[in-house]
């Protein structure tokens, strides 16, 4: 795929440093100096106003398969993706500030279906979409990451295997899982693999789930959870990102906490938040931590704009008692290093902003609907043809190590076992490791 960005920024870097060597990359902006710091990569560079429709004209934009504004200023971005779109079929990305900015390019999607308000295919909030990420594994407690499949009737769960686990040092043929769970990966030191029966569940290893939304409910209950639902919840930082997860969070019965250092903002949040105690102090202040017992929180999350400073709340709190801590990262590389020393859930925004974006302009045409582990695992979505000769799961000889995991047939969802059935015209979910996608692909189109 041909892929332009608008705006030479961290955000723009990190989409670049994942694609580049796969897809063609160029990277406009009017600043020469932004341009050199992406000299390591093998991309094309240009040095002008992505406005300017020769700028356009230049970059080849009429062969172009999608067009990412990521500047600054949304209004830029939205005039950006209008006119890429005029002169292309390019699919338009238009990156956004701010909230209000993506309500009203969405409203005019929605309710003015005008040419103009066609141009842009995607907006992506960042804040508004790591606040939604940090929400769904807040809702299924102790879980490390949460996916949704098939319209949320069928979804994957991860879980960090603990001391009091009932699955360690067990071989996974020796667990017992309901008939709507299947797992499908074990991540072991950072690294990814696919299980077998032999497979042994370790200390600080992390079991990757699939099943339906009732399955891995009662897999959760009966494995991972042992003190019930969430209740208490702190949030560490008022900007953006904490003031919509909070928001979010109210129309929930968990009790709030808000932690902000800054005393304006702290007016801004209470004026607007009704059901959550602002805290005027900085999270770091131990004194305010024992004072407001956030340590009995049952999930702290710790979201300033500096790593810094979130790794010390995380510790902090999760020292006094906190039994679950997720934390705000600047980079993916970041995350591995903070689970390390004790911090459960490490999250970045720049790296769900590139898997969105990975999701919506090159995954979905690739088959992909899913990226976890840090790009090392892949959900992928495939019909079987209509030359398909019906046989048991059983008698589907992959070529390589991978998890038929779920099969759409209709509107039916079925976890399959050994003897299942599978036919011409279903859909099957299968979970495989990022480098083993081209031979499950190419094996599946081929098999009648």
Not at 87 to 105: G, P, R
Not at 127 to 146: C, M, R, S, T, Y
Not at 153 to 162: P, Q, S, T, V
Request: hydrophobic letters at 40%; a negative charge; charged letters at 25%.
């Amino acid at each position: 795929m041909k892929i332009v960005i608008y705006g030479a920024n961290e955000m723009a870097s990190a989409i670049a440093a994942d694609l580049f060597e796969d897809h063609d990359v160029i990277i406009i902006d009017p600043c020469q100096k932004k341009l050199d710091s992406f000299s390591r990569l093998d991309i094309g560079l240009i040095c002008a106003d992505a406005l300017n429709i020769n700028t356009l004209k230049n970059a080849d934009i009429e062969s172009m398969d999608a067009f990412v504004a990521l500047t600054e200023d949304d209004e830029i971005n939205i005039i950006a993706c209008l006119m890429a779109k005029q002169v292309s079929d390019a699919q338009t990305i238009c990156f956004v500030s701010k909230k209000e900015s993506m309500e009203s390019v969405n409203s005019l999607k929605d309710e003015y279906k005008t040419s103009y308000a066609n141009c842009i295919d995607n907006v992506i909030w960042p804040q508004g979409l790591l606040a939604q990420e940090i929400f769904k594994i807040i809702a299924v407690p102790n879980a490390v990451d949460v996916e949704n499949f098939a319209h949320g009737r069928a979804r994957l769960f991860e879980y960090r295997i603990k001391e009091d686990s009932e699955l360690l040092n067990k071989k996974l043929k020796d667990c017992y899982f309901n008939s709507e769970v299947l797992v499908v990966g074990i991540v072991r030191d950072d690294e990814l693999f696919i299980p077998n029966g032999n497979s042994e569940f370790m200390l600080n290893d992390k079991a990757i789930l699939m099943g339906t939304p009732i399955g891995l409910d009662i897999a959760a209950s009966e494995l991972f959870e042992s003190k019930g639902r969430v209740k208490k919840i702190a949030i560490i930082g008022g900007g953006s990102v904490g003031f919509e997860l909070a928001s979010a969070l109210e129309k929930t019965a968990m009790n709030l906490k808000l932690v902000e250092n800054d005393y304006e903002r702290c007016e801004m949040l209470s004026q607007n938040l009704k059901k959550t105690l602002i805290l005027n102090e900085s999270g770091t202040s131990l004194e305010l931590l024992e004072q407001e017992e956030i340590g009995k929180s049952d999930v702290v999350i710790a979201i300033t704009n500096n790593d810094e400073k979130n790794l010390l709340c995380s510790l902090l709190t999760k020292q006094l008692g906190a039994k679950k801590v997720i934390t705000r990262v600047s980079q993916g590389i970041t995350a591995n290093l903070f689970e390390h020393v004790g911090v459960d859930v490490a999250i970045s925004q720049r790296e769900a902003c590139v898997n969105e974006i990975k999701n919506r302009i090159i995954e979905s045409r690739e088959g992909i609907i899913a990226t976890v582990e840090r790009g090392q695992g892949e959900i992928l979505e495939i019909q079987l043809n209509k030359n398909f000769q019906s046989k048991t799961l059983a008698e589907i000889k992959m070529p390589t190590p991978c998890v038929i995991a779920i099969i759409r047939r209709g509107s039916k969802v079925i976890i399959p076992k050994g003897q299942t059935v599978i036919k011409a015209g279903d859909i099957l979910l299968i979970f495989t490791k990022t480098d083993d996608i081209i031979k499950v692909k190419e094996y599946l189109s081929n098999a009648v």
